[in-house]
Every structure is written in C-alpha cells, then in structure tokens.
Nanobody, 123 residues
Framework: VQLQASGGGLVQAGGSLRLSCAAS??????MAWFRQAPGKEREFVAA????????YYADSVKGRFTISRDNAKNTVYLQMNSLEPKDTAVYYC???????????????????WGQGTLVTVSS
C-alpha cells in the first residue's frame, strides 16, 4: 500500500486546513496521522478505526482536530481547526500494524508512511 498525503500549506493562527491521505488500495487497518516539527521527534496526532467509528487523539489536538475516513475512496482526512503556530510540522499518514494494540501512539506500531505534507501556521 502506498499513501499520498496532501492539503498542507500556510495558514494564519486560528485558521483551518483539511489534510487528505489517499491509499493506493484498500486498507483494513486503523490509520493515523503523525507530525514532525523541525528538530523534534515524530509524534502521534490522531487515529481512526477501520470502519471509522472509533477515534483517539493526542491531548494537544483534542477538540481542535477531527480524523475521519472514507473507505469508498480509500482516503483518510484530518480536519484541523483553531490552528496554532505550535502545529507547524510535516504531517504524515500511516496504517496501524495488524498486531499493534488499539490506542497505541508509538510510530513503530505503524507502517506504509506517506511522503508527508507541510503545514505552516503563522502567528
């Protein structure tokens, strides 16, 4: 499976963006978004179950970001509202490994990383 992330860009603080992650084929696993700011480690942002009915988020984005998926389009979305400069990062999507537990936030529990899309939030 190949993942293609898109939708990043430059936005002012308080603004919104919607990221998309298109998969080359059906993914029967949970999927997630991670991000990596310059000089920092990759960190978990949000994950959605295969059917889309369950989600979990990093505390730093809870209430501002919403993850969803459309399996008919093999696409996962990340709606980001009330963006802050600290949200500036390259955002990556990935699929959860089959044997990883639901609720994991470790990047090593995910695979098939896309190339990332840059989000820059100006103050």
């Amino acid at each position: 499976v190949q993942l293609q992330a898109s939708g990043g860009g430059l936005v002012q603080a308080g603004g919104s963006l919607r990221l998309s992650c298109a998969a080359s084929g059906r993914t029967f696993n949970a999927m997630a978004w991670f991000r990596q700011a310059p000089g920092k480690e990759r960190e978990f942002v949000a994950a959605v179950s295969w059917r889309g009915g369950n989600t979990y988020y990093a505390d730093s984005v809870k209430g501002r970001f919403t993850i969803s998926r459309d399996n008919a389009k093999n696409t996962v979305y990340l709606q980001m509202n009330s963006l802050e400069p600290k949200d500036t990062a390259v955002y990556y999507c990935a699929t959860k490994k089959q044997d990883a537990i639901w609720g994991t936030r470790y990047s090593t529990d995910f695979r098939f990383w896309g190339q990332g899309t840059l989000v820059t939030v100006s103050s």
